[in-house]
């Protein structure tokens, strides 16, 4: 669980879940399937470098470890249900979020899918929500409850997946995002990197328009194309500009929040400046696709003129060159991880960068 919140402090990982696994054992065994997949992918790499057969070894026992605690959990569910007087519907949310990475880093991509659906519709059953989709209210608090943390994993989760390969229609959950209309308030600099990641996730996951979104289509249909696959290139989304004023003005407040503090933690040696990188690099990529308009395009009938358009102050080629050398002090980090994590990590903001 450590390993899959990359570092990061995140009360879902670091508490709820490993709560939840002393609660329910078909959560414990769910979680050690995970943990064992995760010491697979590592002897993957070890035999990629050695072809040692005590590797090769390893790598079987532990997926072979991982399967059967996977297996076991489903029939300790039943048995969750038939012998607790009340169970607590949580622990099942819990396990559907588990579940959909397993079924993830197995390939499974539509089983993962369905999970989340179940998922969702388990939650919008407990708060007795009848609508066919879910409205998501998006806050910078970090969630009151259990169940409110995993369904904003979830509303995560289903931004990349809607995104992926441009099969939007099929693949999406039905969110429907809310944003506070009133601008954000940035603080002048922030206090951790925990407050910094809330302020970022706004721009991430929850503003509107997205434009890390309306890139990643764009990428990776001239990635198919570069593999010989026919796929039509996105046509650019049209973005008034009073909609990119706003996120622009947000990126920047953002970047002077955070400067200071990224300074701090590497002047200090402190273990969160690896976790502070990661957030400075997804923020130079996100800069970098609203400088060189990749995937959308400026509504030309929007008021005022090029008078009227907040300027980006960056240039595309600095905003790599900053990536690359920041990439370099990352992997040099002793802190860093190296591993599968569940929020977007830093290769595929290189790709965009690429």
């Known amino acids: 669980m450590l390993e899959l919140c990359g570092g990061f402090d995140e009360p879902l990982w670091n508490r709820f879940i490993l709560q939840a696994c002393q609660e329910a054992p078909f959560v414990r065994h769910i979680a050690l399937s995970l943990a064992a997949q995760g010491r697979a992918e590592k002897a993957k790499l070890a035999i990629s470098h050695s072809q040692s057969q005590s590797q090769k070894d390893d790598l079987s026992a532990h997926e072979s470890y991982a399967l059967r605690k996977y297996s076991s959990s489903l029939p300790q569910i039943r048995q969750y249900l038939a012998g607790t007087k009340n169970p607590d519907p949580r622990m099942f949310l819990v396990a559907g979020l588990l579940i959909f990475l ?77 944003h506070s209309a009133s601008p954000v308030e940035f603080p ?31 990428v990776f249909a001239y990635w198919q194309r570069a593999m010989g696959v026919d796929v039509e290139i996105p046509v650019p989304r049209v973005v008034p500009v009073e909609e990119y004023n706003g996120r622009l003005r947000e990126m920047k407040m953002w970047g ?16 969160e400046y690896a976790c502070a990188l990661v957030l400075y690099i997804q923020w130079l990529a996100f800069m970098m696709v609203i400088c060189k ?19 980006t102050d960056e240039d595309v080629d600095d905003l790599c060159w900053m990536a690359v050398q920041s990439g370099q002090e990352l992997c040099a980090n002793k ?5 599968f994590v569940f929020d977007v990590g830093v290769l595929p903001t290189f790709i965009l960068f690429m």
Not at 201 to 214: E, K, L, M, R, V
Not at 295 to 309: K, Q, R, T
Not at 335 to 339: E, G
Request: glycine share 6%; aromatic share 10%.
């Open 102 to 178: 397993f079924e993830f880093q197995q390939g499974n991509k539509d089983m993962a899918t369905k999970q989340l659906k179940t998922t969702l519709a388990l939650f919008k059953n407990m708060r007795s929500i009848k609508s066919e989709g879910y409205t998501h209210v998006h806050r910078l608090e970090f969630p009151d409850t259990l169940e409110e943390a995993i369904v904003e994993m979830v509303v995560r989760l289903e931004s990349h997946i809607s995104n992926d390969h441009g099969e939007q229609s099929e693949k999406s959950l039905g969110i429907m995002h809310v």
């Open 335 to 339: 802190y860093f991880l190296r591993c």
């Open 293 to 311: 308009r990749l995937g959308w395009v400026l509504d030309a009938s929007s008021p005022g003129g090029d008078d009227f358009i907040e300027p």
């Open 188 to 218: 002048e600099v922030f206090k951790s990197v925990c407050e910094a990641q809330r302020f970022h996730n706004h721009i991430q996951y929850w503003g509107s328009p997205n434009f890390a979104g309306d890139a990643s289509k764009c």
């Open 256 to 271: 002077r929040s955070f400067r200071p503090l990224l300074k701090e933690l590497k002047e200090r040696e402190s273990r």
